[in-house]
Structures are given as C-alpha cells and as structure tokens.
C-alpha cells in the first residue's frame, strides 16, 4: 500500500508558538475536535496518556527547560484540551517518560527511567492521585557480580492483583535464571514486581529472562493467579530460520516469574521485527491480544520500516500455530531510520487503531494513523499528521464516544532548530477533524 490518502501537515510556525507561548495563547478552533500544544520554555514531549473517570485526560512526557535536565512532565486537561494542571517530577539527572496506567482504585501509576552520574538509567516508579499529587515512588537499579551498577529501561507498568509489573530490559545479564548464557550478550527481558505500596517483590520472583543476545520484555498481562504472558521481542534463534533475526516472543510466566520451554515466535525469516503495543482487544469484538510493531527488511539496521500486525486469542496455546490470526506487515512503506514506535488500540466498535511514525513523504518524521478490521484488513486510508520537523508518534486512544485522541511531540518553528512540544490532536473515528 502505498500513503496516500489525507495529509495534515501543521505549519507550527504560522500559529505563533514561540518559546514563551503556551495553550492559553493559541485559538481553539473547537471543542469537539482540535490540534493543541502545551509547554512553555525549552521542549516538551507527549508519550502517553489516559482518561480518567470523570472525562478529564491526564498527559505524560517530559519537560527540558532551557540549559536544563529533563523531568516528568503530567498535563491534567478537561476533556475539551484546556490545562488544569501541570505537574513535574524528577531529579539531578534526566528522565525518560514511559507509561501511564489508571489503576482499579483510583490512581495513577506512572513509569520511566531515571538517568544516574554515571549515564546508566535505573527505574522510576510512582503513583499519583487522580490530581497528580504523589503517593508513593521508587527508584530501582542493579548491580551485576562485579557490583558494577548497569542499565535498565522500563518500557511499560502492568497491573496485578497485588500491585504492578514493570517491564523492559536491563544489560545484567547477571540476573537470569540458572543456564546457559549467549556468547555476546547484551540485554535481558526484565519483568520486576512491585506490591501495591511500591516495595519490591521477594527475590522468590524471577527478574528476568534471556535465551537470545538480545531479549526485551515489552508488556506482562496477568491471565490469573498463577499465569502471566509475556509480550516482547529476541533474537533467539527460531525453528526454521537461518539466522538470529528478531521476533515477537511470547511466553507465560509462572506465580514466580518463572518460564518454561513454551514459547511462541513471530515473523519472517531474514527481517528484524520488534514488538512495541499490546492491545487487548474487547469482548464484543472477539476479544484477545493484538500486537503491533515495526518490521525491517534488513536486519540489524532500521532500512525499510513497516507496521507488523499480529492478533492473538484469549487463551494461548503454546508451540502452536493455531493462536494467531494472520500475522502480516501492513505494506505502508514507512521510510528509513525510523525509531521501534507503535502505539495501538483496540477499537470498541470494531479493528483497531495503529499509530506510528513515518519517512516517506518528505524529509521529516510525520505521525501515521491507520485503521485495519479485525481480518486486518484496511477500514480507512493511512493518515499523516506533520509539522515542519521531526515529529514522534505517542499513544492513540479512544474515546468512549468513538473519537479519538492522538498524542505526541511536534517540533515548532524551524526544523533542525525549533523547539518540541506536547501535542494532542481530537478526531472523528474516521481520523478526521470533522464531525
């Protein structure tokens, strides 16, 4: 498929954003459907978002004041995209915004990475009213057995029924289970539990898991008491495959952490694909996982990105082929040097969402939304939403009234040297800013 369809490109520069502007200086065109920026001095990204009960949205980036380290940046906005609060977290050293998740009672729980003096990243780990005040917080880093201090990167909190999961990578491989280790490693699956106060599991928990080189946990979903999934990418070499290519990976977990010989792989022989959403697909719409992310046609560089879609059932069989329905790229030519960035969601209607970022229409790095129907198969044209610079993609979601809100960062005035901001755009379903 080639992009075509509608082109948004949004000339930032023309609507007045400087460096001291704000929301409250840009004309809101609607409140059923908009484009806003939020941030003032310095770049502000958009990574994630959620709704909370009452409709109002809260936004999670981060925010790097001129000659400053980055920090947590929360935007607690009504449900028509005017701010009512802004918040920032963090340290000496920069953050990295992750997830957001709304938990069963009532808070907020957010994820990122924390950088240290020595440039490794520990986790960061928090809980927050529906207001944004703090409640509890962590901070969590590892040491290998030469006690040297290494790097992790949380990239998504799951909830359980005593508390969260974080998920990502760490370079200790140190911390696997007893076996054999890969010449050459690099990095393991880390999938760290927490109670719901924030304390760390007991190390009758198993950390982390690392049958390839390279081996990331990207989401952990708790079927029941005793089983989790999970959801990630490694280049353990596949059945059938004449190289250490990168795929899904999916396996369960046991009530310890704990893996065993079942396992699941996606994608093609000879081309890198690397997980990056997991969507749970509603009920009435058959339910199960869907899982989305970026395929390269060579692997080990990022030439020739496209969306790699893999829908999953319920309740999985393991070393089956009988758990996936048509795992496919989506043929969207999305360009070269293109991050792992996807952002899905499962439609309450029907199909679901993809957001990703994309390279081929220009020079710049443009925003990508797409719908597929639940065969995968296109419910509507690929849409770009640009700026006049680099743009990166955040999280697509659904409003319980079929519109959609689409977050991000976009850079403002000239492209290599504008500053970045939050951005948040309203839609119809159809992903089109009309009624």
Known sequence: MRLRGIILFLSLSALGLSSCDNTSTIEDPSNSFFIKFYGADGDQTGNDLVVLPDGTIMMFGTTRPTGKKSQWYLVKLDANG?????????????????????????????????YTANGDRDI????????????????????????????????????????FIVSGSTSNTDLKPTGSTPLNDTRDALHARFFNDLTVYPPTWTLTQGPGTLDVAVKVIQVNNSQFYLFGYSNSLVPGHPTNDINYWVFPLGPNG????????????????????????????????????????????????????????????????????SPKSLSLNLGNGLPNNTSSYASRQSGFYVLTDERSFNDNQNWLLTKWNTDVTTAFQPIVFGGEGLDDCGKVEELPDGRLLILGTMRTGKPDAGEMKMTLIKVNSDGKLAK
Do not use: C, W
Request: aromatic share 6%; net charge negative.
């Open 82 to 114: 005017h701010v009512l609060k802004e918040m920032t977290f963090g340290g000496l050293y920069d953050e990295e915004a992750r997830d957001i998740e709304l938990t069963a009672d009532g808070r907020i729980v957010v994820v990122g990475n924390s």
């Open 124 to 163: 960061l780990l928090m809980t927050l009213t529906l207001d944004g005040a703090k409640i509890d917080s962590t901070l969590v880093g590892y040491k290998n057995k030469a006690n040297q201090a290494t790097d992790e990167d949380a990239l998504s909190v799951s909830l359980t029924n005593d508390g």
């Open 258 to 325: 704990d893996a065993n010989n079942q396992v699941l792989f996606i994608g093609n022989p000879n081309t890198d694909e690397l997980l990056s959403s997991v969507a749970i697909a509603p009920a009435q719409t058959g339910g199960g996982y869907i899982l989305s992310g970026i395929t390269y046609t060579t692997p080990g560089t990022t030439n020739a990105g496209d969306v790699y879609i893999a829908r999953l059932r319920n309740s999985l069989v393991f070393n089956a082929l009988d758990n996936q329905t």
